[in-house]
């Protein structure tokens, strides 16, 4: 039997066990940009300042075309990131809210911002320079040019004070489910290292030099781990994608050889740090779901239909075994009627509820492009889920 009333962090840490919930915990994934047109058209921040930022900023990059706005205009909404994800997701009614460490923090890279021969820039990850493209900061080169430089990268100490605002969130929410970001280890590679296509060739030509340079990350991704498991969060989050649509990224095999050991590694770790462990990967995840729960991960997001992903043979065969973190389709949801989305979080929300290991969260970010019908459509029917129980669940099954 569900309890009457449970915090959401009661809420959720028993859904990622599959114990009796009073409701489904929800979690809310925003794009910055999406979060300032929220707060301006949809649901105001319960902090006036917020409101007034936010408000200017959607005003301003709106009138200016959007994707055709100013480098600035486009930029300075990113600072709102974290805001969005943390308390403004918890205003919209979420159970869990997402904390970023200093060493992650995106606000701490946006305000190294300058502009250089004509265009915006700033420092990213292990100092690399980086540029703004629509409304989403890209590498504009790799840390290194070449697989053998990689034995040079020096790690970034990692240090108590990193994390004081994760603390400080933690001590101001207590009944708030708290998940800290723990930077990523694949992806960090990929992006920002050695750059996408270095990374697959060495894969073939320098299989040892990748080996041994991810076997130092992964210490470094470790400590980082121990760190954030200390704050007092809930959840560590963890962000590694490791498929497109349709397909995995790399192949299974180097997957298995390359990311899957340390991945093991790292969810042993948080457990043995007492705190669950999320992996947000997107793409293609069907290959990989044996070996997340051979590696007793404890819940995976974002799990993108468009991807090729289904949810009800994955829930079906792993749901007694890992949790999910998923059920409003945002890249399809897009494109769907308002009614059509509906009925699908509906049915989204009964498969979850069959076993219980099951957030109903966005696939992905939550984007300003999201039409307001429809994201009315997300939000309301979320929260008829929240009042209600099952009953639109149910309403849903004897309608189709």
């Not at 629509?134 to 108590?160: C, M, S």
């Not at 207590?174 to 060495?202: H, K, R, W």
């Not at 781990?225 to 498929?243: K, N, P, Q, S, V």
């Not at 009964?350 to 076993?355: D, S, V, Y």
Request: aromatic share 10%.
């Amino acid at each position: 039997m569900a309890k009457e009333k449970m915090t959401s962090r009661e809420r959720a840490l028993a859904a990622l066990k599959g114990l009796p919930v009073d409701r489904v915990p929800v979690f809310y994934w925003l794009n910055p940009h999406a979060t300032c047109r929220m707060i301006a058209e949809y649901q105001p921040a319960r902090s006036c300042l917020a409101n007034w930022i936010a408000r200017r900023m959607w005003r301003r990059f709106k009138a200016q075309g959007e994707l055709e706005a100013g480098e600035w205009t486009r930029a300075w909404p990113l600072l709102f990131e974290e805001y969005g994800n943390a308390q403004y997701a918890l205003e919209l009614g979420a159970d869990v809210s997402i904390q970023s460490p200093a060493l992650s923090s995106p606000s701490a890279f946006i305000t190294s911002i300058r502009k250089r021969n004509g265009r915006l820039t700033f420092k990213g990850p292990f100092d690399i320079t980086m540029g703004l493209g629509g409304v989403y900061a890209y590498p504009l080169e790799p840390a290194v040019a070449d697989v053998r430089q990689l034995r040079e990268i020096a790690f970034p100490p990692i240090t108590h004070g990193q994390f004081a605002g994760v603390r400080r969130f933690r001590k101001a929410h207590p009944d708030v489910c708290v998940a800290c970001e723990v930077y990523s280890f694949q992806q960090v590679l990929c992006d920002y290292i050695l750059g996408m296509e270095s990374f697959m060739l060495a894969l073939y030509d320098r299989p040892a030099e990748i080996s041994a340079f991810l076997d130092r990350l992964a210490d470094w991704v470790v400590d980082i781990i121990r760190h954030a498991a200390r704050t007092g969060a809930d959840i560590l989050c963890f962000a590694d994608d490791y498929g497109t649509t349709g397909r995995t990224l790399i192949s299974m095999d180097m997957w298995k050889t390359f990311t899957y050991p340390h991945l093991k590694r790292f969810i042993a770790v948080a457990h043995e740090e007492g705190v669950p462990f999320m992996l947000h990967s997107c793409g293609y995840q069907m290959p990989f779901l044996e070996h997340y729960v051979e590696a007793e991960l404890d819940l995976l997001q974002s799990f993108q239909p468009k991807a090729g992903n289904d949810l009800a043979a994955a829930y079906a065969e792993y749901g007694d075994r890992l949790a999910f973190a998923t059920g409003i389709d945002i890249q399809r949801g897009e494109m769907m009627a308002p009614e059509e989305l509906r009925q699908e979080i509906l049915v989204n929300y009964a498969i979850g509820k069959t076993k219980g290991r099951h957030i109903l969260g966005t696939t992905h970010m939550i984007q300003y492009s999201m039409p307001t019908e429809n994201l009315q459509a997300i939000l309301s029917t979320v929260q008829e889920i929240q009042a209600g129980g099952d009953r639109g669940a149910r309403r849903s099954a004897s309608t189709d």
